[in-house]
C-alpha cells in the first residue's frame, strides 16, 4: 500500500487546495480512505489529521470501510423517488440481505443511496461501479444480480 | 495557422466524414444512450458492417434530448438526409444494415424523422414530430449531430467563432454584447450575467478568477450533464470568452464526480483546445492567455451555493459564508471572482458566434433566449427539452411531454428541486420565466421539471425534499440544520399516520424560522417544497393528519394491500414471487394476502399490473 501511496503522493505538491483531488485519488486507487492513508496525507500536506476528516467527513463521495467488488449505487434523485426507488432499494437490501451503507460478508456488493446521477429520465435507475442501470423494476432485482454473477464469472 | 485556416480544414474534414461518399452512422452514446445500451448497439453495427463487407463509419455522438427513445441511431447516407431510428434493438440494428446499409430499404417503420433538405417517404421530418416542434434548440443545437470528442466537429458548426470574434474586439465590447443580450444566470437565480461580469471587472486585484459551475447538484435535473457530455466545447468556448472579458487567467469547472463520462469528455475537450492553440499561452495569437482546471466535486449539494464552491476548491470544508462581500469582489483565495453556470457558458459562445440579435429572437421581455429543462416523471416522453422562456408548462408538459404516462391523472410538477415548489393544476398556463415562476411561489432554478400523477403524495414528496436539505444541509446554521430536522420528523409522522393537530401551523412558523435565520440559498429556500404542498395541497395533508388516510394510497403504514376477487385468475405470480410469503392460494383460485405478513413491497402489484390488475391498495382506516 505505501509504495502506491507514494506513487500517488509524488503527483502532487503537498498544498492545501490539493487535499480532496489527493483523497479522491486515493479512494479510488485503494477504494476508501484508511487511517493509514489519511496519517500520511496530513504528513505530505502538514495539515492535521482532524481536520482531514473534518473535510473528509463532510463530502459524501469520502468512505472510511472497503466497499464490495460490485459497489451499488441506487440514484434517490426526484424522479427516481416519484417512479419508485425507495422500492427497489428496499428490494436490493432484501436480496442481499444488508441495508443501504453496508457490505456483504463476502464483500462481493455493497449498497448506497446517492443524491442523483443525472439519469432522470429512464428513472429508476442505479450505478454498478461505472455502469448505469435504468428503468428498473421490482421483478427484475433477481435477473439482474444473475446477470452480474454471471459475468463476474465470465472476467475470472 | 490563423482562424480561417482552421475552419476550413475542420469543414473539410467534417464534410468528408458527414456528407462523405461513404455511410455514417451516429450512436447516442450519453449516460442515458449508454445506460439504455447504445455501446452493445454500436458494437452490432460495427460486426454487422464488417461481415458484410460494407465501407461505413460509425460515430459516438451525444444526446439528442429524447432519452425515452435510447439508443437512438442516425444514419446518414450519401444523397440522403439523415434518418433517426429510436429504442434500437440488436435486432433492428442488424435489420438496418442488410436492409438500408446494404440497400435501399430505409425501414420506415422504426424511423423516427429525417434531418436534411430532402425527405423521405413515410418518415416525418424529426423537428415536426410533436415532441420536437414546440421546441426551438440553440443551446442543444449540436447535441447528437456532432461527435463531442472531435474538437473539429465543433468547429465545422461554428465553434470558436464566437471566440475568434470576441478576441478581435475589446474586452469591455464583449460585456456590451452580452448586456444587449439580457442573458441572465442560468443557474436558477436569473441574476444579469454582463452586470456580474462588470463587477467583477471593476473590483481592483491583481488576479481575477472565473469558476463554471457544473456542480449540477438538483435531483431530477441533468441538462448540464447532457450539455457537457454532448456539447462540452460549446461550455468550454464561453468560458474562454467570458475569461477574456473579465480579465481571467485561470479559470475552474467544478463538476460533479457522479459525472464521470462528462469529467472525460471535458478533460479531452481541454487537451484539443491546447493543441488547436484556443487555450494555454498566446491564444489564437492574440496574446491572451487562459489555462482551465478541472475540479472534482466530491458529493456535496451545498457545494453548488457559490461561497461553498469556492471553500470546496479550496481544499476546505464546502460551507457557506456571509455575503457581502460577494465574489465578485473577494471570492476564490480572496481574489474577485465570477461563477456562472454551464448553460450561461453556452449561451455566451451562441452569443458571439450568431450575435445577440440571434439571441433575443426567443423569450419574453425580462428573460431573453431559451433554456434546456429536464423533464421527467410521469410524463410519456422524458427527455432533455429546449424551449424559449416564455413558454407555459402546460405546453412543455402536454405538448412536448405529451402529457402523463399510464392511466394516471396530473397532480403536480415540481420545479426548482429542493429550492423551488410543486405546482397544481392551475398554475399550468404560467410561462416559465424567472419573474412568472417566482410569483408562483416556485422558482425557475436551473431546470428540472418533475411531472407528478395521482399516485405520487404530495406530503411523501415534501418529506422527501426535507429528507434531501436534512442530509445536505452544512450545519453552519442552527436553523437549517435543525429547523429543518424537526420538520422532518413531523412530516415523518404524518405520513406514518401520526400527525396531530396543530402540526400545519407548526411546520409553518419552522419554515419562516428557517427562512429568516439561514445564511444561504439552501437554507433560505428549503421550507419551498412543504410550504407549496401546505399551500395548493392541503387536503391532503388534512386527510393524513385527520383521518389517516392517503389519498394517493402510497403512505406504507395508513394502507392494505389487497386482492380484487373477482379479477384475480390464480396464476401464482404473486405467491412465488412474494418475498416474505404473504401471498396464500392455490393454482386458479383466488389468492388472499396476509396483511399481516405483508410489508407492503409492491412486487405483486408491480407484476400483476397490465396482466390482471387484481391487486390494490386501500386504506387501512
Known sequence: MTKILDEILCNYKGN???????????????????????????????????????????????????????????????????????????????????????????LDYSLESVGCLGCCALAPCAMINEDVESNMTLKDIKKMFRRMERESKEDS | ?????????????????????????????????????????????????????????????????????????????????????????????KKLVTEYLNGNNPMTEYALGTVGEKGVEGIPALFEIPVMKPQVRRILRNCGFIDPSNIKHYIANGGYSGLNAALKIKPLDVIENIKNSGLRGRGGAGFPTWMKWKFCVDSEADKKYLICNADEGDPGAFMNRSLLESDPHSVLEGIVIASYAIGVKEAYIYCRAEYPLALERLKHAISEMKEMGFLGDNILETGFDLNITIKEGAGAFVCGEETALIASIEGKRGMPRTRPPFPTTSGLWGKPTVINNVETMASVSMIMQSGYNHFIEFGTDESKGTKTFSLVGNVKNTGLIEVPLGTTLREVIYEIGGGISGDGTFKAVQIGG??????????????????????????????????????????????????????????????????????????????????????????????????????????????????????????????????????????KELINYKVIDEKCEGCMLCLKSCPVGAVSGVKKQVHKIDIDKCIKCGTCIELCSGKYNAIERVNKY
Open chain 1, 16 to 106: 492545501k487546495s490539493e487535499l480532496i483531488p489527493l483523497l479522491q485519488d486515493i479512494q479510488s486507487n485503494f477504494g476508501y480512505l484508511s487511517e493509514e492513508a489519511i496519517k500520511e496525507v496530513s504528513k505530505f500536506t502538514r495539515v492535521a489529521e482532524s481536520e482531514i476528516y473534518g473535510v473528509a467527513t463532510f463530502y459524501t463521495q469520502f468512505r472510511f470501510t472497503p466497499v464490495g467488488k460490485k459497489h451499488i449505487m441506487v440514484c434517490k434523485g426526484t424522479a427516481c423517488h416519484v417512479k419508485g426507488a425507495p422500492q427497489i432499494i428496499e428490494g436490493i437490501e432484501r436480496h442481499l440481505g444488508i441495508k443501504e451503507g453496508e457490505v456483504t460478508l463476502d
Open chain 2, 418 to 555: 429542493p429550492s423551488g415548489g410543486c405546482l397544481p393544476e392551475s398554475f399550468l398556463d404560467t410561462r416559465i420565466d424567472y419573474d412568472s415562476l417566482t410569483m408562483a411561489v416556485a422558482i425557475m432554478g436551473s431546470g428540472g421539471l418533475v411531472v407528478m400523477d395521482n399516485n405520487s403524495c404530495m406530503v411523501d414528496v415534501a418529506r422527501y425534499f426535507l429528507d434531501f436539505i436534512q442530509n445536505e444541509s452544512c450545519g453552519k446554521c442552527v436553523p437549517c440544520r435543525l429547523g429543518t430536522k424537526q420538520m422532518l420528523d413531523i412530516l415523518t409522522d404524518i405520513t406514518l399516520g401520526n400527525g396531530k393537530k396543530g402540526d400545519k401551523e407548526l411546520l409553518k412558523d419552522l419554515s419562516q424560522g428557517i427562512k429568516d435565520g439561514s445564511l444561504c440559498g439552501l437554507g433560505q429556500t428549503s421550507p419551498n417544497p412543504v410550504l407549496t404542498t401546505l399551500k395548493f395541497f392541503e387536503d391532503e395533508y388534512e386527510a393524513h393528519i385527520i383521518e389517516k388516510r392517503c389519498p394517493a394510497l402510497l403512505c
Open chain 2, 1 to 93: 495557422m490563423n482562424f480561417k485556416q482552421l475552419f476550413k480544414e475542420s469543414e473539410d474534414e467534417y464534410n468528408s466524414i458527414i456528407r462523405g461518399k461513404s455511410p455514417v452512422i451516429l450512436i447516442g452514446s450519453a449516460t442515458c444512450g449508454k445506460s439504455a445500451g447504445a455501446l452493445e448497439i454500436a458494437a452490432t453495427f460495427k460486426k454487422e458492417i464488417n461481415e458484410q463487407h460494407l465501407d461505413a463509419e460509425v460515430i459516438e455522438v451525444g444526446c439528442i434530448g429524447l432519452c425515452y427513445l435510447e439508443p437512438i441511431v442516425t444514419i446518414i447516407k450519401p444523397e440522403m438526409p439523415a434518418i433517426f431510428y429510436g429504442q434500437v434493438t440488436k435486432k433492428i440494428a
